[in-house]
């Protein structure tokens, strides 16, 4: 990993690349003023946000650490992001199992509407964790999002149920969610968004962070204002959140935050859609493991 070619990416866009099944832009969420501190919503639940490609393996420390955090009876594992489904489900449930947690439920639906079946919402009422796994955030939202399901996650959060995911799992806790657009982060409009599931306010999520450049996509969400903040955790690595907005790196690599707050000039909002765009003063920090920050103020706690 090179962090200092990973920065200068940023004022170095990669020559234009020709697109293939680009999904279109689904809900889009209206455009936010920065400022320096968010309005932070507590709920009692604690979110684990994975970066992806995590150690399942060795010393698995961060999906450790998500079963030291959840203190789970049992444990939902929704697959519904991945192609392979089910499979995937069970490889994770074999690993919470072996860690500890007494029981484990694979709900895996596929088609909206299906997360609604009596067999699905029995599993997640009886679930007291519940952990997304990675693949495609778009098809998990929209699987997800307005259903019973849904709602049964959302209120088991919110009176203290954690809730953990890993890649396109950790992307879909963003309100405002990207997709695409790795090659063409600086480019306008090449970075997609929808609505996500929202547990984390005003931030989006990005993971695979560093390993795949991928600070250009967070710099276009912030030059479209369309969120203030923006968070990528980088692979083997989690970002903990508990209900005050407190949070905790965990894990073998970084996490950046960056934020708009400081933002002095950009020229996104009068380019044309794929036009490169210029864009002075966003913040970035870099976390590496056992640091902590302070969600609602943005800052690092020392």
């Known amino acids: 990993m090179n962090i200092l070619r990973t920065l200068f990416s940023l004022f170095t866009p990669p020559e234009h690349k020709a697109e293939s099944g680009k999904k279109s832009n689904h809900?889009?969420?209206?455009?936010?003023k920065a400022t320096s501190s968010m309005e932070w919503t507590s709920t009692k639940g604690k979110l684990v946000i994975i970066g992806g490609n995590e150690?399942?393996?060795?010393?698995k420390a961060v999906l450790q650490?998500?079963?030291a955090t959840a203190s789970a009876q049992c444990i939902a594992i929704i697959p519904t992001a991945s192609t392979y489904g089910k499979e995937l489900g069970n490889e994770y449930a074999e690993i919470f199992l072996a860690m500890g947690i007494p029981k484990a439920h694979v709900i895996a639906p596929r088609y909206v509407g299906e997360a609604d079946t009596p067999e699905y919402l029995a599993m997640l009422q009886e679930a007291d964790a519940f952990f997304f796994t990675g693949g495609d955030q778009v098809r998990l939202v929209e699987v997800f999002k307005g259903s019973q399901a849904f709602q049964i996650i959302a209120a088991k959060h919110a009176a203290g149920a954690l809730v953990a995911g890993t890649s396109a799992g950790a992307a879909a806790v963003s309100d405002t969610m990207l997709f695409d657009g790795d090659d063409q982060g600086l480019r306008?409009?090449?970075?997609?968004?929808?609505?996500?599931f929202?547990?984390?306010?005003?931030?989006?999520?990005?993971?695979?962070?560093?390993?795949?450049?991928?600070?250009?996509?967070?710099?276009?969400?912030?030059?479209?204002?369309?969120n203030r903040y923006a968070i990528g955790v980088d692979e083997d690595t989690a970002l903990s959140v508990d209900s005050s907005g407190n949070a905790l790196v965990i894990g073998s690599e970084f996490v950046t935050f960056m934020a708009a707050s400081g933002i002095t000039s950009s020229n996104y909002q009068h380019l044309q859609r794929k036009d490169r765009f210029s864009i002075h003063g966003v913040s970035l920090s870099?976390?590496?493991?056992?640091?902590r920050f302070h969600l609602p103020s943005w800052t690092m706690v020392e």
């Open 188 to 196: 306008k409009d090449a970075v997609n968004i929808t609505e996500g």
């Open 198 to 226: 929202g547990f984390l306010p005003f931030v989006t999520v990005d993971t695979h962070f560093l390993q795949r450049n991928r600070i250009p996509r967070l710099a276009q969400i912030l030059a479209r204002e369309v």
């Open 55 to 59: 150690d399942k393996i060795k010393a």
């Open 286 to 291: 870099f976390l590496a493991a056992g640091a």
């Open 65 to 67: 650490y998500v079963t």
């Open 27 to 32: 809900l889009v969420p209206q455009r936010r």
